[in-house]
């Protein structure tokens, strides 16, 4: 049996406990279905939704706003969202959707007996002008229509930082932490419609060569002491030369690169069952306290939280 909904079937938002999330309910007889919303104060949102229904739903959505990008990030199971226009949009675990309109009218699709869950990051327009992203929004128009930008299996770092949010959301994490987490998801999947760097035309090839050079180095030997020193040694430059490249080709530092590169072997080493101290000496961290701190940091969740998750799926 189909069932047809509107927003006056959604529960009016409760706050889930004491924290920042805002919950809405379907009817219990339609099956255990909730969305949690959290808003931060400068343009940036995230939904948690979390569907087990009993039968098929249909759930009419009218949203009204000012020029946004929506990110869906499925976690498990898939549903579908029509739009007025006749545009399809899919969410099926493991895959991200990009989209980006204004006012739009949509009717979402939830296949009965599957659970279904995706983590949404909806970012208006100031605050994509504020981060150089306002070109996603071109060609969007106020008329009930929807630009579909991306659709596409995500990589580990989108997974990473997806299942972070996830797990401050489960545990009440702190508002902070839940911000730049969703901001590290935007940027990831903003990435690769961003325009080159204007200065990387400024290097000289000679030079490139050698941050290209110093790059491979963090990648293959990340887990040795590695300094500034012993790549401009290497590589044949100075550290401002070599800090200057970072920035122009990659937009970071080398000491963030090398972390980041870290933190990535790390996760995928902790997933195996590794006890995390073998992993903090393999990813080049003499004291498993600077490890733990670092890759809370980095992800939001301690590295005792993630190990062994492999062989739990």
Request: glycine residues 8%; positive net charge; aromatic residues 8%.
């Amino acid at each position: 049996m189909n069932y047809r909904l509107t927003a006056a079937d959604q529960s009016a938002p409760a706050r889930v406990g004491a924290s920042a999330w805002w919950r809405s309910r379907l009817p219990e007889e339609l099956g255990a279905c909730f969305t949690d919303r959290l808003s931060f104060d400068d343009g940036l949102a995230l939904v948690y939704a979390h569907y087990q229904p009993l039968h098929d739903l249909r759930e009419a959505s009218a949203i009204e706003r000012s020029r946004s990008l929506t990110v869906t990030v499925a976690l498990e199971g898939r549903s579908s969202t029509q739009s007025v226009d006749g545009q399809r949009f899919d969410f099926l675990a493991g895959h991200s959707t990009m989209a980006a309109f204004a006012n739009v009218r949509s009717e979402r699709h939830f296949p009965a007996g599957r659970p279904a869950r995706q983590l949404r990051l909806i970012a208006e327009e100031p605050l994509l002008h504020r981060y150089g992203l306002a070109g996603l929004l071109d060609g969007v128009r106020d008329d009930q229509s929807a630009r579909h930008l991306f659709f596409g299996k995500h990589g580990a770092a989108i997974r990473r930082l997806a299942d972070s949010l996830v797990h401050l959301h489960d545990h009440a994490g702190g508002l902070l932490d839940m911000q730049i987490a969703a901001l590290g998801l935007l940027a990831e999947h903003a990435r690769p419609f961003a325009p080159p760097v204007a200065t990387a035309g400024k290097i000289r090839s000679s030079d490139q060569d050698r941050i290209l050079r110093a790059r491979d180095i963090l990648a293959s030997q990340f887990d040795r002491q590695l300094t500034v020193a012993y790549l401009c040694a290497t590589v044949g430059t100075n550290e401002f030369a070599l800090k200057q490249g970072f920035r122009a080709l990659f937009g970071t530092s080398p000491h963030r690169m090398l972390t980041g590169i870290r933190m990535e072997k790390a996760w995928e080493l902790l997933e195996t069952g590794l006890h995390v101290s073998t992993v903090a000496y393999r990813v080049g961290y003499q004291h498993l306290s600077s490890f733990s701190a670092a890759f809370e940091r980095h992800y939001g969740r301690t590295p005792k939280s993630v190990a062994g998750t492999r062989k739990r799926r």
